[in-house]
């Protein structure tokens, strides 16, 4: 089965300036997570949906970070504006369903340079 | 807090020698602990989780409630587990969310 899908692979961009980043999880996973890691971090939730609903989005940071899944299918995360911080890999994951007991299988990233 | 630590940011091991890398959890609850893999160039995967209790690729893990620890290990090492290590944790009733350790790279020496 095709993997999970993530464009693009890389992204340069200057502080202040807006960028988006899109997933296409495998398909009929239900739940779709967008992670963010940073240089010698683990990956941290940023937010899950199930199905087009938000599930969990307690560490996204609203002020500047947004995230829809509007057809159940596909997401986008968008940062608006970045800064420095935001230099991360981003990380899109999904499952068949929400819950432990469902495998979490990941795409390749978006690596983010913010200068 | 809900908490993964992982004390070795590097392991070096010679090839055919034995493999430790250390976890250590905080959390309330009844935990459910994974080990993920990324390999050179290949995306994060899950090795294996608590509960399943099977070996993959020659590796295991014991959950030692007693002392919150989650060690993978491996008896002896091939060089093709060189690769960067994530200790993670479930939380349960929070939609098992789960956190992720900073992770160790192991380096098999041939």
């Known amino acids: 089965e095709a993997g999970v899908a993530q464009s693009p692979r890389y992204k340069i961009i200057e502080k202040r300036q807006s960028v988006a980043f899109w997933c296409n999880p495998i398909s009929g996973h239900a739940t779709l997570y967008w992670y963010q890691q940073i240089l010698g971090q683990g990956p941290k939730l940023l937010i899950q949906f199930q199905n087009n609903g938000v599930v969990d989005d307690s560490q996204l940071p609203k002020d500047r970070f947004s995230a829809e899944r509007l057809k159940g299918v596909d997401s986008t995360l968008k940062i608006q504006p970045a800064k420095l911080e935001d230099s991360a890999v981003y990380l899109c994951a999904s499952s068949l369903g929400a819950g432990r007991g469902y495998e979490q299988y990941f795409g390749p990233g978006t690596r983010l340079t913010v200068t | ?110």
């Open chain 2, 1 to 110: 807090a809900q908490r993964v630590t992982q004390p070795e940011k590097l392991l070096s091991v010679f090839k055919g020698a034995p493999v430790e890398l250390k976890c250590n959890y905080s959390y309330s609850g009844s935990p459910e602990l994974f080990w993920y893999v990324q390999y050179s160039r290949q995306r994060l995967q899950l090795l294996l989780r608590h509960i399943s209790r099977e070996s993959i690729k020659g590796f295991t893990a014991d959950l030692n409630k007693g002392e919150t620890s989650f060690h993978l290990k491996k008896p002896f090492a091939q060089e093709e587990d060189s690769a960067m290590y994530y200790c993670a944790l479930s939380e349960m009733n929070r939609d098992d969310k789960i956190i992720f350790g900073k992770g160790t790279r192991l380096h098999i020496l041939p």
